[in-house]
């Protein structure tokens, strides 16, 4: 029953994504370097936002820490509050310090204290619905933010972007039935109770494989890395030399392989995983589907959404609570008082 209820919230993304192909894009500046501000499923909602944007010309860097990067300020940038709460304290951070610094400010949120600031100084925000963990309502908000940098002039075509991921996750998905649920489920099962390692090429791909990793984190409730190509292969592609008893007992890796990869990428992509078989378990890979940036990267998250679940499922785990992480936030605010 916990599974069937976060498996409920992956067949709701097509949903989310349609919801912002239909919105209006807010007035905020145009022609600006623009800082997104986001932790966690926000953060990832803004950076798949961001993939819709990949040929602009301006600089657009979502921001995961406290306060703002010097360039930001110096720049006049338009300054981006992702936070599904509202409340996150990094987010926070940069955007008063964008307000003191007097730089065009706007927000992404279900409310909290970046809707209470929206209002008292009067910038333009984009309201998600509210009532869902973050991590399952990334379709919203990335939607939003595909239609605030519309507005910024960074994405053209954001609704057509949008509407053909809703199409392509809704292919997938197929209600429960889709080749996404049944590639999930094999690879969730060959993953059980091992380290998941997700690789995938520098853009959609390397995105995915960081969402698998988030995923498997909070809903399976265990350890994951990731990595993108080409640049493990300058680094860690030496470190399966040393413990391949281990390795091919304790981990996992799954390649994300994006349609749109450089040639060169995809060519790395074979080697690497010739190169580390008899080192590893390699479960296996996953394509990419559609034509834009945000449906092929969706095509490869929802199957790792799926994959989560299930390992969620195999280790007797409930996906949906992530009681550590509110422990540790519970805990950072007592150390403040």
Not at 75 to 90: F, P, R
């Amino acid at each position: 029953m916990a599974m069937q209820a976060m498996l409920e919230r992956v067949l709701e993304l097509p949903g989310q994504l349609e919801w912002g192909a239909d919105l209006a894009e807010p007035e905020v500046p145009p022609d600006r370097s623009i800082v997104m501000l986001g932790m966690g499923g926000s953060a990832m909602g803004a950076a798949v936002g961001a993939l819709a944007a990949a040929g602009s010309p301006r600089p657009i860097v979502v921001h995961s820490t406290y306060g703002l990067p010097a360039w930001a300020i110096a720049q006049k940038a338009l300054v981006v509050g992702v936070s599904y709460s509202g409340n996150t304290e990094e987010m926070l951070s940069g955007l008063d310090r964008a307000l003191d610094a007097d730089l065009p400010v706007a927000g992404i949120t279900s409310g909290g204290a970046l809707a209470q600031r929206a209002s008292t100084h009067g910038f333009p925000i984009i309201a998600v619905p509210a009532g869902l963990q973050p991590r399952a309502a990334v379709g919203y908000q990335a939607a939003a933010a595909v239609r605030m940098l519309g507005g910024a002039g960074a994405v053209e075509d954001g609704g057509a972007q949008l509407k053909e991921a809703a199409d392509v996750a809704t292919g997938l998905l197929a209600g429960g039935q889709g080749a996404a649920f049944s590639l999930g489920r094999d690879l969730g099962e060959a993953l059980a109770g091992r380290v998941t390692i997700t690789y995938g090429g520098t853009g959609p791909g390397g995105l995915a494989a960081y969402r698998w990793k988030t995923q498997i984190n909070e809903n399976g409730k265990a350890a994951a890395w990731w990595h993108e190509i080409p640049e493990l292969n300058h680094n860690e592609l030496q470190g399966w030399e040393a413990l391949p008893d281990l390795t091919n007992h304790s981990v996992g890796v799954v390649f994300l392989r994006d349609e749109g990869d450089h040639p060169r990428v995809k060519r790395r992509m074979d080697l690497t995983e010739e190169s580390i078989a008899d080192k590893v378990f390699v479960a296996g890979s996953v394509e990419s589907q559609g034509s834009g940036p945000l449906a092929r990267f969706f095509s490869l998250a929802v199957v790792g959404d799926i994959t989560s679940v299930v390992m969620a499922e195999e280790a007797g785990i409930d996906p949906t609570p992530v009681a550590t992480i509110e422990t540790f936030k519970t805990r950072l605010t007592e150390g403040d008082q």
